[in-house]
């Protein structure tokens, strides 16, 4: 199993411009999250997803859309990146039970200037 | 957004040093974890704890889910230069559609051998 894999590792966008970062897990996990991480922070949460064809915002979802249209992939699109949006950004999976454990992706590191 | 308080910020000891590090957060939570994080990587589960009062081990981290259920803490015994990297704590809450986690600032750990 290659777990959670994402792409592209590094970005460099423009403002204004958008991008799609993707996310695919191959442990048939019902559950999948995004994240972000700025410098000297913790985790906090995008979006996240129950299932295929259903999301729900998370804690910081301006900005941000995504779709869920296979349990595979959860890709999170940038309409119009603004520099507030330079993060790291990390894709996890989980099963839905309560002790399930978040597996996390390598992470897209995204600078917009 | 909700965030925990994980404390010290940083750490930088000597090989061979135990380490300690705690998370506090006003809301109780079911399950606390913590998660390291090395640099480019993301975060790996190291230990989970569901119920209040427990006692965790594994290997040389040991970690408590406070009584109160709004608290915990890590401690590493006779730590080695692998050690390094950040350490997360994350709060679990259940129910509903979702497992969310609430992350803490992280806990930067150095080890100078």
């Known amino acids: 199993n290659a777990g959670v894999t994402q792409t592209p590792k590094f970005r460099i966008l423009k403002i204004g411009q958008s991008m799609t970062l993707q996310c695919t897990q191959d442990?048939?996990?019902?559950?999948m999250y995004w994240y972000r991480q700025d410098p000297g922070m913790g985790l906090k949460l995008i979006y996240y997803?129950?299932?295929?064809?259903?999301?729900d915002k998370g804690e910081v979802p301006n900005g941000y859309n995504v779709s869920r249209s296979t349990t595979e992939d959860f890709p999170l699109r940038l309409e119009l990146a603004a520099p507030s949006q330079t993060s790291v950004y990390f894709c996890?999976?989980?099963?839905?039970?309560?002790?399930?454990?978040?597996?996390f992706g390598p992470g897209t590191r995204l600078t917009v200037l | 957004g909700q965030q925990l308080n994980q404390s010290p910020q940083s750490m930088f000891i000597q090989e061979g040093e135990d380490v300690s590090m705690n998370c506090t957060s006003s809301s109780i939570f079911n399950t606390w974890l913590w998660y390291k994080q090395d640099p480019g990587e993301g975060p790996v589960l190291l230990i989970a704890l569901y119920k209040a009062g427990e006692l965790t081990s594994n290997g040389r981290l040991t970690a408590q889910f406070g009584i109160t259920r709004k608290d915990s803490f890590l401690n590493i015994s006779a730590s080695i230069p692998s050690d390094v990297g950040i350490y997360f704590c994350a709060g679990q809450l259940y129910g509903g559609a979702t497992n969310k986690l609430i992350f803490g600032t992280g806990t930067l750990l150095a080890v100078q051998p």
């Open positions: 996890a999976s989980s099963g839905q039970r309560s002790t399930d454990t978040q597996y």
């Open positions: 442990m048939n996990h019902n559950y």
């Open positions: 997803s129950v299932g295929a064809g259903i999301t």
